[in-house]
């Protein structure tokens, strides 16, 4: 049997594997068993922001020993001194940490201690969203067709987020039973889409207002992905509570983070909440997360710099590419979205004409075109993918 066939038999998928096999990968570079090379413009979906093969990263993980494994409830140097830098990097006053798997967890431990401090059931996020496979961000997303017996309260506001959907959720707040708002300060999962400063200041004040925490989920956006470090900062919002994963370990590991107030935390601990997770913060993910702050520390001024110089590529290239259909193109940092018309299937065709022609862009929905570089990448990197995008046109 080949891998395709035991693939197809024994892997449980939404939908049959892409047939592509990647052995090597190498900055923003994959390359298949064929030796053929694709240029990354996905980087695992805001996983391996320093791009692939991170000379220190990699040392992180070859150094790596001591213990296999340290029980939750122990004390571990590098648990503390972890928690203690992401605290030191966060937006507004965030200085403890939940220790979790992944984004998901994040997300979860997120709604779980904003029900716990706030005594209330109640979500609000944005339609079509997403934020993790657990029930809880699958209540968050609302997909009611696909699982129909969700968390009974939670609602969703519609996009564009400007003035319309700032008045739906005061209104939506007034009745003081939101534990929480949620959603991404730049949504990935809805095509790079930006909200307005008076949005997301309406809310933040609503939510303050109401007594409802702000949840910024920054799985996607966190460590650089649009620009600034965390995207929160483009809004100078201070989050009550803060999920990070994916390029909190640059793709060496799994890891995720729910770092909130002390307020909050102390409101959870009254109720015995803590939050036990087995691989929570595992050892080796820990020397990665590690070395990942330390690599930021160092180079986050270049990092920056670089994300700007190649986002403006990104903007100015695709403003002049002619689409088949008419294209909306949303550019912050390197985190990029392009929409088309809602009934079109334009993003899914041009994502696999891409990836035939070597160069992989993800399409979300059929219409939207997602790219998420490595914030490494070089101009000429940039200049070979977007040279393959417009040959797939
Ligand atoms: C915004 C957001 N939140 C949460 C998650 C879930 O993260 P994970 O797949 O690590 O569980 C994702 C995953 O894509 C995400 O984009």
């Known amino acids: 049997m080949d891998v395709v066939q035991r693939d197809r038999r024994y892997l449980a998928r939404e939908q049959a594997a892409e047939i592509v096999q990647f052995v090597r990968s190498e900055s923003s570079f994959l390359f298949d068993q064929r030796g053929k090379k694709y240029v990354d413009f996905t980087a695992g979906w805001c996983v391996g922001n320093l791009g692939w093969g991170n000379e220190e990263i990699r040392a992180a993980v070859r150094e790596f020993d001591g213990p296999t494994y340290i029980h939750p409830d122990y004390l571990y140097r590098e648990w503390a001194e ?35 401090a706030t005594g209330r059931p109640g979500f609000v996020s944005l339609a079509g969203c997403y934020h993790g496979n657990t029930i809880g961000g699958r209540s968050v997303a609302g997909d009611r067709e696909t699982y129909p017996n969700l968390l009974p309260h939670c609602r969703q506001v519609k996009p564009p987020l400007e003035d319309r959907a700032a008045d739906r959720v005061e209104r939506l707040l007034k009745g003081e039973k939101v534990a929480a708002f949620i959603m991404e300060p730049v949504v990935c999962n809805l095509g790079v889409l930006i909200p307005s400063n008076e949005f997301m200041t309406r809310v933040r004040d609503a939510c303050r207002k109401h007594g409802t925490l702000f949840v910024m989920d920054e ?156 914030l490494t990448i070089e101009r000429e990197a940039v200049r070979e993918g977007l040279d393959i995008l417009e040959e797939c046109l």
């Open 219 to 374: 799985v996607a956006t966190g460590f650089g992905r649009t620009g600034k470090l965390f995207a929160s900062e483009h809004f100078k919002l201070n989050p009550d509570v803060l999920c990070l994963a994916k390029a909190i370990t640059a793709g060496y590991a799994p890891m995720g983070a729910t770092l909130v107030t002390k307020a909050v935390a102390d409101a959870a601990r009254e109720r015995g909440i803590g939050f036990y997770s087995t691989y929570g913060w595992h050892r080796l993910s820990v020397s990665v997360a590690l070395a990942n702050l330390k690599y930021w520390s160092k180079h986050r001024v270049s990092l920056l710099a670089n994300v700007a110089t190649q986002g403006d590529s990104f903007r100015a290239r695709l403003s002049k590419m002619k689409f088949r259909e008419e294209a909306s193109v949303r550019v912050m940092g390197l985190a990029v979205g392009i929409e088309f018309g809602e009934e079109s299937h334009y993003a899914s065709q041009l994502g696999e004409r891409c990836r035939k022609a070597g160069l992989l862009v993800s399409a979300e929905e059929e219409n939207l075109l997602t790219m998420f570089p490595a």
């Open 82 to 116: 972890l928690a203690e830098g992401l605290a030191e990097i966060a937006p507004g006053k965030l200085t403890k940490c939940y220790r979790a798997t992944g984004g998901s967890e994040a997300v979860e431990i997120a709604l779980q201690v904003a029900m716990a």
